[in-house]
């Protein structure tokens, strides 16, 4: 069922659970991660960066392949279709090609054009039924060429962006995207906890769950994140099965360079990884 994410996250944050977002590249990361959300029955988010748009042939190929899995696959738990760091430009095709979820990622504006342009696209997205996400303080390392340098973000802008009506709100607290190098002095939880504080009952999201340690998960859970976006981490378990297969000389057995026979060990390592995400974050049977 492709709905906005608005609801699922009310209830992650109500429930102190969150809800992960996994960024989908192709076919194979659809499937596998819609049929790992069924089978725990889990609400699931599927990002979609700009260049995994671009990659995809268009947000409209990747809007209809998703509603058609949903429909084929019968996919019944909740599924939203989520514009990960969307420019301006990104979030109005979005809303065209029929995704239920956007984010604008305003942080590299001054405060007050962020503030300008995220009202702007909060009306739009509601208007549409859509749910949308905004960002303060940009998230570090490197996302299809955006380069953040992982700073925390101010509480106050956090509330004045909150307040224009958002539904869920990035907030950088030292996180990064990619993997965290040897020296990364860990998630702000004071941030955080500040954060929250002045924006009450609005769902935050940790960008750059890939390699974050478990018990700092579970803090800054319980310090109100509801939602999770993990890409890397998948991007990694399908590289390293796929190399695997490889490496052992599967392609070169039978049929085994068949697409769908290749493919098969990185789709499985893909499944695990989200399995083993949505129990961490403890969204298995929330659906
Ligand atoms: P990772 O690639 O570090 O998991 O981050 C994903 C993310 O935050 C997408 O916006």
């Known amino acids: 069922m492709l709905v906005s994410a608005k609801e699922m996250l009310d209830k992650a ?8 977002q996994f960024n989908i590249n192709n076919l194979e990361w659809t499937k596998a991660i819609l049929l790992t959300a069924q089978e725990q029955n889990s609400p699931v988010i599927l990002g979609v960066s700009e260049g995994a748009g671009k990659y995809m042939t268009g947000f409209k190929t990747v809007a209809d392949m998703v509603k058609a899995m949903i429909d ?10 989520h514009l990960d760091h969307g420019s301006y430009d990104g979030c109005m095709k979005c809303i065209e090609a029929g995704f239920s979820s956007i984010m604008f990622d305003g942080s590299h504006y001054p405060i007050d054009e962020n503030v300008a342009k995220t009202t702007e696209l909060v009306k739009l997205a509601h208007d549409n039924n859509m749910s949308i996400e905004a960002e303060v303080g940009s998230i570090g390392g490197e996302e299809d060429g955006v380069v953040g340098k992982g700073e ?3 509480p106050q802008e956090c509330k004045s962006i909150a307040d224009l009506g958002i539904d869920m ?14 020296n990364w002095e860990g998630l702000s939880f004071e941030t955080l906890d500040a954060i929250q504080q002045l924006t009450g009952e609005m769902p935050l999201v940790l960008h750059g769950g890939t390699g974050i340690p478990e018990d700092m998960i579970k803090k800054a859970i319980s310090l109100g994140v509801a939602k999770i976006n993990v890409n890397t981490e998948c991007q990694l378990s399908f590289a390293d099965a796929t190399r695997k297969y490889i490496e052992a000389g599967k392609d070169l057995e039978g049929k085994g360079f068949d697409p769908r026979k290749l493919l098969s060990p990185g789709f499985e390592a893909i499944k695990a990884t989200v399995k083993e995400k949505m129990e961490l974050f403890g969204s298995v049977n929330k659906a």
Do not use: F, Q, R, S
């Open 13 to 20: 944050k109500a429930g102190h659970y969150a809800v992960g």
């Open 72 to 81: 084929e696959l019968n996919i019944t738990v909740p599924v939203a279709l």
């Open 152 to 154: 925390c973000a101010d």
């Open 169 to 182: 709100l990035a907030a950088g607290i030292g996180n990064i995207h990619g993997k965290y190098p040897a």
